[in-house]
T-cell receptor, first 117, second 111 residues
Framework: GAVVSQHPSRVICKSGTSVKIECRSL??????MFWYRQFPKKSLMLMAT?????????EQGVEKDKFLINHASLTLSTLTVTSAHPEDSSFYIC?????????????FGEGSWLTVV | SQQGEEDPQALSIQEGENATMNCSYK?????LQWYRQNSGRGLVHLIL?????REKHSGRLRVTLDTSKKSSSLLITASRAADTASYFC???????????FGKGTMLLVSP
């Protein structure tokens, strides 16, 4: 079945640095990918919708200059957390929609734990 | 956001028992989906039910949808310790392409 891969699964970075998280659809083309953030024992909050070849659509309250999203190809979207601060520490999950083979099913990556120290 | 609500927030049962989780949402939907998440991991898609469907089965899972009450339920029969996880409902609203997640139910199945 469709697989979405996220990398890295865990990353620790220093305050003020930037960190990039990759989301790849491994066996299907994803024109649309989604980035979520999840705090411990909480639900997923949509951050932005990433569209291949165009600018991402950010949810209200999400800083687009801080969370840079690039969807340069049909199989790869990246989320870059710029000038990271400890409050950015969280679990980030991407998902991708497979229109061709499974209709509305959205597949999720394994998530990336970001710790900012 | 149009976040749904699940209840209970936490559910603790013994192996072999059935587990029922409920989800309510606020507006019309195109479909409702249930996901499972093991601690610290990604989400696994369990089942999708469309707005014109009332019930769907998949193995030990049974999902119902009542659009008049804007609610859904997930029943896991003959639960196993391996079913221990958080379960989320997510709705896709007509005209939208994103999923909006409920707050989730943490299920603990004790051996």
């Amino acid at each position: 079945g469709a697989v979405v891969s996220q990398h890295p699964s865990r990353v620790i970075c220093k305050s003020g640095t930037s960190v990039k998280i990759e989301c790849r659809s491994l066996d299907f083309q994803a024109t649309t990918m989604f980035w979520y953030r999840q705090f411990p024992k909480k639900s997923l909050m949509l951050m932005a919708t990433s569209n291949e070849g165009s600018k991402a659509t950010y949810e209200q309250g999400v800083e687009k200059d801080k969370f840079l999203i690039n969807h340069a190809s049909l199989t790869l979207s990246t989320l870059t957390v710029t000038s990271a601060h400890p409050e950015d520490s969280s679990f980030y999950i991407c998902s991708a929609r497979d229109f061709l083979y499974s209709g509305n099913t959205i597949y999720f990556g394994e998530g990336s734990w970001l710790t900012v120290v | 956001s149009q976040q749904g609500e699940e209840d209970p927030q936490a559910l603790s049962i013994q192996e072999g028992e059935n587990a029922t989780m409920n989800c309510s949402y606020k507006t019309s939907i195109n479909n409702l989906q249930w996901y499972r998440q093991n601690s610290g991991r990604g989400l696994v898609h369990l089942i999708l039910i469309r707005s014109n469907e009332r019930e769907k089965h998949s193995g030990r899972l049974r999902v119902t949808l009542d659009t008049s009450k804007k609610s859904s339920s997930l029943l896991i029969t003959a639960s196993r310790a391996a079913d221990t996880a958080s379960y989320f409902c997510a709705t896709e609203f007509s005209g939208y392409s994103t999923l909006t997640f409920g707050k989730g139910t943490m299920l603990l199945v004790s051996p």
